[in-house]
C-alpha cells in the first residue's frame, strides 16, 4: 500500500482559494485511483473528488462542482486539489485516499473503496 502525506491546508476568506497536496510513497502511485474526503466537526466524513490513475476521468460532489479540480502527476506521485470560491461551508479536514484500480479506469466515491489514508490537512474558511 501507498502511504498518504497532505499539506496545503490552511486559513482563508470566503471566495478565496487554496490548493491541497497528497504525496505518495512507493512505486505503485499509478496503480490507484485517487480521491479527496473531508470531515467538518460533528458530521460524517463525505466524498469530495476522485480521480482514475490515468488521470483521464474524474468526479466530483454536487457541493464542489464547478468550484474544485482534482488533478495528479504521476510522475511526480503527487495528487492535487485546486479549490476556488471557497466558502465556510467548506471549512473540513481534507484527507486524500487511494483505491486499487484493479487494471480499470475507474474513479471511487465511496470511502469504503479506499485502502489507504492520509493523516488529513486543516482548512478553515472565515465568513
Known amino acids: 500500500q501507498v502511504q498518504l502525506v497532505e499539506s496545503g491546508g490552511g486559513l482563508v476568506q470566503t471566495g478565496g482559494s487554496l490548493r491541497l497536496s497528497c504525496a505518495a510513497s512507493g512505486r505503485t502511485f499509478s496503480r490507484y485511483a485517487m480521491g479527496w474526503f473531508r470531515q467538518a466537526p460533528g458530521k460524517e466524513r463525505e466524498f469530495v473528488a476522485a480521480i482514475t490513475w490515468s488521470g483521464s476521468r474524474t468526479g466530483y460532489a454536487d457541493s464542489v462542482k464547478g468550484r474544485f479540480t482534482i488533478s495528479r502527476d504521476n510522475a511526480k506521485n503527487t495528487v492535487y486539489l485546486q479549490m476556488n470560491s471557497l466558502k465556510p461551508e467548506d471549512t473540513a479536514v481534507y484527507y486524500c485516499?487511494?483505491?486499487?484500480?484493479?487494471?480499470?479506469?475507474?474513479?471511487?466515491?465511496?470511502?469504503?473503496?479506499?485502502?489507504?489514508w492520509g493523516q488529513g490537512t486543516q482548512v478553515t474558511v472565515s465568513s
Open positions: 485516499a487511494a483505491a486499487y484500480a484493479f487494471n480499470s479506469d475507474n474513479y471511487y466515491t465511496r470511502s469504503s473503496s479506499y485502502v489507504s
